[in-house]
Every structure is written in C-alpha cells, then in structure tokens.
C-alpha cells in the first residue's frame, strides 16, 4: 500500500476539518473540527514516519497528540466559563473578548 | 491489506463529515469517537502501534469523556439556534475554500518528486513502532520535547481549572453572601461548589442571614471579593 494513499485520506479529513471550523457557528463542534485537523496531520506525519522508517515521525504524533489535548482543555474551560457568564455559545456573536 | 485500508479510511471520512454535518452536539462527538478509532486502526497499518493505542486511551477515552461531560453540561441542543451560519454566501465560499485546500494539497503531495512516498516505505527494523522504541526515543533522542510537553500539560490543567473553576465574581452575582466562619474570616459567594453545600448545608435551599455591610457594599460595587483565592471552597 503506498504511502500517497494514506496522504491523500490526511488532506481530505483536513480539508474536511478546515470547512467545519469556517462553517460551524457552535464552538464546542469547531474545537472538534480543530481536533479533525490535527488528527490529519497525525496521519501524515506517521506516513512520513513509515516512508523513512524511522521512529522521529512517530514521536512528533505524540508530541502533537499532547498538544491537542491541552488546546482541548483550555477550550473546553473557556466554553464552560462563557457558559456561567451567561453568554452565548456562538462564534458569531462572541467577537469581542470583554474580559 | 488494501481492503482494510479503503474500509478503515471510508469510515474515518464518515466520522469526519458527521462532525462537520450533524447538528446536534453529542452526536458530533460520538461521530467524532467513531473518526478516531478508524484513525487509530489506520495508524495500526503503518505499524505505529503504541501511537494508535495512545489514540485511542487519550483521545476516544479522556479527551472525548471530557467533551461528553461539556456537551452535557452546556447544553448546546436545548436553543434551537441555527449550526450553519445564516449567511449562504459565506458557506459556500467556506466550501469552496476547502475544495481549493484539499487541491493543492493533492498537487503538493501527487506532484512531489519524491519517489518513496510512491513505494511501500523503507524496510523496517525489528522494534519499529513499539513501546520500548518509543521509550528510547523520548527518553534519550527527544528528552527536551518530552520535558516540554509534560511541563505543558501541567500548565494547561492549571489553566483549565483556573478557567472553568467556581469562583466568586465570575458569577451568581445575585446569590447571597455565605455568613462568616470562626476563625477563618473570609467572604464568598454561597455556592461555591464546596462539600458542605453537597449535603446542604447552606446555600440554594437554606435561606441565608443578612449579609455584613462590608460584603453588601462590596456586591453593591460589583467588585470581585478580592479576600478568597480563585478556586478557595473551604470552609
């Protein structure tokens, strides 16, 4: 199996992530469209890894993997304390950060 | 080998699209549950199998554990507020945007002259992928990444709780003014999620006696109680 097939499912599930994030309005589902994006460059990377094969690519997706779930739960606090301020869960209307 | 590639890939585009596409929250995550174990079985097939476990206890079991519990706490699917943005032009301009990425993602990658991308990947060596590979790797090649990514982890939990934690002035403003306590003088709003308000000591059921004047200027000002540590909820 090619590596090119694998590279080509990683741009389409990014692609797929970059429409969520422009054209969901909900911020908890554009966090999860980020998270699509972020799982395709996963993919890519441990492709990359595979081509080469060696185990740095494999290491990037994990350091990439930490990464992801921090932004997840710094977002996840953020959509909770909007939530107590009462504000509302919407991208379009949260254009200011008021502090 | 193929047929569970294409298999394993068109279930991973499925999650993919039904987190972009359904309009309830919850279903989105577990759409997107569904996209990460296809994802890790594709990560299984390029013999990356500590990273496709990894995928699966972090991602499909905490992170999306911590989505559920969000989802559920916020709600999201009790206003009928509409997903898509009301404004079609600028949907499909979003779409053709992605159409235009995944294009030049493919000329970028179909184009490149790269010619092992082509093939089946260099031969591999015994512990490709394993556990004891990926522990040397981190521990002796990328200790300083792995420092790294540890010390961030921490701070984000800080930051989480720092976020999402109960704390007088980030809300109920209009709750009363738990009475003073013994020895300890400190002012805080009533519910501040504390043991004693679990078995209902005091707080949403039992009326609260007059707050101080202190306190009341102090809500009466807006200000924040500037005595409690964010996060304080002892008694």
Known sequence: MSVNWYLVVSALIFS???????????????????????????????????????????????????????????????????????????????????? | ME??????????????????????????????????????????????????????VVYAGAVMVLYVFVVAYVGGGDKPAPLWRANAKQRALAIAFGVALFVELCVALLGTGLSSLDGDGAQLGAGYGSPGQIGELLLVRFLLPFELASFLLLVAAVGAVALAGRRPG??????????????????????????????????????????????????????????VPAGEGTT
């Open chain 2, 3 to 56: 047929i569970l590639f294409f298999l394993f890939s068109i279930v991973a585009l499925a999650g993919a699209a039904g987190v972009v596409a359904l309009r309830n929250p919850f279903y989105c995550v577990l759409s997107l549950v569904v996209h990460l174990i296809a994802l890790a079985l594709l990560f299984l097939l390029l013999e990356a199998q500590f990273v496709a476990v990894a995928q699966i």
């Open chain 2, 170 to 227: 980030i809300d109920d403003d209009d709750l009363p003014v738990a009475p003073r306590h013994g020895l300890v003088e400190f002012q805080r709003s009533a519910a501040t999620g504390t043991m004693a308000e679990g078995v209902g000591g005091y707080g949403v059921t039992v009326p609260m006696p007059e707050p101080s004047e202190a306190v009341a200027a102090a809500h009466a000002d807006g200000l924040p109680e500037q005595s």
């Open chain 1, 16 to 99: 797929i992530g970059a429409v969520g994030v422009l054209i969901r309005r909900n911020p908890l589902v554009v966090l999860l469209c980020l998270e699509l994006m972020l799982n395709a460059g996963n993919l890519a990377l441990l492709g990359f890894s595979r081509t080469w094969g060696d185990g740095d690519g494999q290491i990037f997706a994990l350091i990439v993997l930490v990464v992801a779930a921090c932004e997840v739960a710094i977002g996840l606090g953020i959509v909770v304390a909007l939530y107590r301020k009462r504000l509302p869960i919407d991208v379009d209307e949260l254009r200011e950060l008021h502090g």
